[in-house]
């Protein structure tokens, strides 16, 4: 058993280090040129002699998107909540959503270029645009599917509907919530990026749009690395707060 939970928890860098032996092993085989297709080694060289400005970028990128996120949890909640709770709600506003949601956010920067100018603005309402919509969808959907019978028998206890939402509805929600939180936090990194490539004078974003307009291919990939080493991070973050707060939902990681 604890042979099997060592390589569980080994078993994602294994993959990742084959990943980048092959990887290199490829472009070292074919001569493929480093503008074209980077290799790992060259993309570690460049990380390494662009460090400064990659960390620098990296934290711009990293506190616009928390801005845009935070205000994604607290407008997703809201309207989760709105939603869920109520099947009128739900049946006026969720195809509305479906809807905005399916609008690409690519095609919403340059609108929100011209109404807030190129900075911070298009990167925060980007990140928010884009991850609102997981948040909102789980927390209706959690509150949505509380099961009839339970509801009806909190409410012959003497509950009220306020009181079975809060103190039912919420809580049974909560796994929902920081799945939704896991899938949000990597799209708020997508949209930051996006709106730093199309609109912003700062970050990874337009360090990567510029390195790509100058082929220099391996500093464009150090800064994937980077967004993908952070959104990793605040995933795994959020998985190891789900499981100290929502341990009774996942029941085979108790003996973890």
């Known amino acids: ?6 390589m569980e928890r080994w078993s994602p860098l294994v993959v990742l280090a084959a ?26 060289q460049d990380f390494a002699a662009f460090k400064g400005p990659l960390l ?17 949890i607290v407008v997703g909640v809201l309207l989760g909540f709105v939603i869920g709770s109520s099947r009128l709600a739900y049946t006026a506003l969720y195809p509305l959503m479906v809807a905005f949601n399916a609008v690409p956010k690519a095609a919403v ?4 270029v011209v109404w807030f100018g190129i900075g ?17 969808v789980n927390i209706a959907t959690g509150l949505a599917t509380l099961e009839p019978e339970l509801e009806d028998v909190l409410r012959v206890l003497g509950a009220r509907r306020w009181d079975v939402l809060v103190k039912v509805g919420l809580p049974r929600s909560m796994p929902y919530f920081y ?20 609109a912003g ?7 990567m749009q510029t390195a790509g307009s100058q082929q220099r291919m391996p500093l464009a990939f150090a800064g ?21 707060t929502t341990g009774w939902a996942h029941r085979g990681s108790q003996a973890d």
């Open 224 to 244: 994937l690395v980077t967004i993908g080493a952070m959104a990793m991070a605040m995933y795994e973050l959020f998985s190891w707060v789900e499981k100290r």
């Open 201 to 207: 004078d700062s970050g990874i974003g337009y360090l």
């Open 109 to 112: 920067v340059p609108i929100l």
């Open 56 to 72: 620098e970028a990296a934290w711009k990128t990293f506190w616009v998107t928390m801005l845009g996120f935070a205000l994604s």
């Open 120 to 136: 911070l603005g298009p990167g925060i309402l980007t990140a928010f645009l884009i991850s609102f919509f997981p948040i909102t």
């Open 179 to 198: 799945g939704s939180l896991k899938i949000a936090i990597t799209l708020a990194f997508v949209g930051t990026v996006l709106a730093e490539m199309t």
């Open 1 to 6: 058993m604890k042979i099997t939970r060592r």
């Open 19 to 44: 990943a980048l032996l092959l990887w290199q092993l490829v472009v070292a085989a074919f001569s493929i040129p480093e503008f074209i297709f980077p290799s790992p080694w060259q993309i570690a």
